[in-house]
T-cell receptor
Framework: EAQVTQNPRYLITVTGKKLTVTCSQN?????MSWYRQDPGLGLRQIYY???????DKGDVPEGYKVSRKEKRNFPLILESPSPNQTSLYFC?????????FGQGTRLTVV | AQSVTQLGSHVSVSEGALVLLRCNYS??????LFWYVQYPNQGLQLLLK??????LVKGINGFEAEFKKSETSFHLTKPSAHMSDAAEYFC?????????????FGTGTRLTIIP
């Protein structure tokens, strides 16, 4: 089954404790990206990757890092999480004009 | 820069009534336009998309949308609402920049169905 898999689905952490949210797709898509969803703001792009070893900033990249060492995986790294990064995060991969989204990761930073 | 405006953060309709969710876009080039649906605790699912073919686009679950260039609109409709349509709906635009397949989303409309 074609899918984008994110882990974990839910995470509560403390300020400053590094964390990684994993994203994996099995559709051999070149393009992947991360979004965060906040009430009243819709979804905003954090980072994107056009292919292996090619990443670039989206609209709200501050406080985040990503890597793309292999085509299927695109982890989101928060080196020092802060409460304003409490949000719902989505990973997506693209085929032509269509985006496929993961189930989301609800992150709470206390 | 491209943008999307969804009028009405909350819309309530009676079961069996017409569903109309509004979306207006701003784009400097002919856009691709999308509607996504998000059910509680789930990711986003594509309902339909406009990519410069027919202006009336039919999607899943009986939804359709019409691209009106003169009004810069892409409103989502369904003739008869069903309880299972209760969800949050997002309109999105892509400016066909193939260096970044970015979707710019609206702020979402939460649809409630009244029994």
């Amino acid at each position: 089954e074609a899918q984008v898999t994110q882990n974990p689905r839910y995470l509560i952490t403390v300020t400053g404790k590094k964390l990684t949210v994993t994203c994996s797709q099995n559709m051999n898509h070149e393009y992947m990206s991360w979004y965060r969803q906040d009430p009243g703001l819709g979804l905003r792009q954090i980072y994107y990757s056009m292919n292996v070893e090619v990443t670039d900033k989206g609209d709200v990249p501050e406080g985040y890092k990503v890597s793309r060492k292999e085509k299927r995986n695109f982890p989101l790294i928060l080196e020092s999480p802060s409460p304003n990064q409490t949000s719902l995060y989505f990973c997506a991969s693209w085929r032509n004009t269509e985006a496929f989204f993961g189930q989301g990761t609800r992150l709470t930073v206390v | 820069a491209q943008s999307v405006t969804q009028l009405g953060s909350h819309v309530s309709v009676s079961e069996g009534a017409l569903v109309l969710l509004r979306c207006n876009y701003s784009s400097s080039v002919p856009p691709y336009l999308f509607w996504y649906v998000q059910y509680p605790n789930q990711g986003l699912q594509l309902l339909l998309k406009y990519t410069s073919a027919a202006t009336l686009v039919k999607g899943i679950n009986g939804f359709e949308a019409e691209f009106k260039k003169s009004e810069t609109s892409f409103h989502l409709t369904k003739p008869s609402a069903h309880m299972s349509d209760a969800a949050e709906y997002f309109c999105a635009v892509s400016d066909r920049n193939f260096g970044n397949e970015k979707l710019t989303f609206g702020t979402g409309t939460r649809l409630t169905i009244i029994p």
